[in-house]
């Protein structure tokens, strides 16, 4: 039986390496896969992991049709066996319930990556479609860290240096800080749901604790 399978974790969790790894192990063995994504961070239709490792993919935009593309394909001679998501917090929910219908109806394998939450901690309209329809949903292995050294669980969105909760659901963008070019760039920073609620970021620990003590007399 084919299963559709959500693999989730926050940014910098190891996502795209894992899709990467699924698709290289289950090609090895002489499957066919069709590799998908959505704005990836490098601009291009691709699966790109922070490790280099790369793989051109098809992109999914917002009216792109799973079903049609897989039964034309199918139609047409071709042979799959497995479909790699990258980034499918940004599917929508019908895009999903697609994904689900050709896992059932045509018996190919789905393997689903992507972060669970926004930066406001509120549930992507993809990822939620997902928990309620995979077959699995199982949390990556490799814990990205928060600044205090804790299991990092949510994604804080960084601007100008402040961590914000408003805006835009979907804004590209990347964990590492230097990346970010223009004054205003957008970049994200995984946090423990403690420092992303006190919306305490590294940059603003450090320099709330170079803040010198209040000398002990008045
Ligand atoms: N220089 C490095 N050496 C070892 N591991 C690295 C290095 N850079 C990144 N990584 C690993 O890659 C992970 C990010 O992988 P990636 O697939 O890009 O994440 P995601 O798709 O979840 O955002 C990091 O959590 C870390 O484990
Ligand atoms: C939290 C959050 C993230 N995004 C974007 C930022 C990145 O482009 C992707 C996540 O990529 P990764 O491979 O998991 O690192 O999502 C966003 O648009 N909105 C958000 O709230």
Redesign the pocket.
Known sequence: MAELTFWT?????G??TLALQTNHNHAARGRVGLIFTA???SGEAAVTSRLGLTHDAIEVTDDFDFWRHAVDALTHGARIDYLIC??A??YTPEQIEALAKITDELQIDVFCF??L????TRL?PGAARLVELADRTEVLQVEALCWCGKRATH???VEDGVMVTEG????????DRESGTAPSAVS?EVLCRQHHRRRLTAARAQSVSLVPEPLPFG
């Open positions: 974790g926050t940014m910098d969790a996502k795209s704005h990836d961070r990258d980034e917090q940004f992507g972060i939450t926004d930066f406001r992507f994604n804080a969105r835009d659901q979907v804004v590209v963008g990347d964990t994200y």
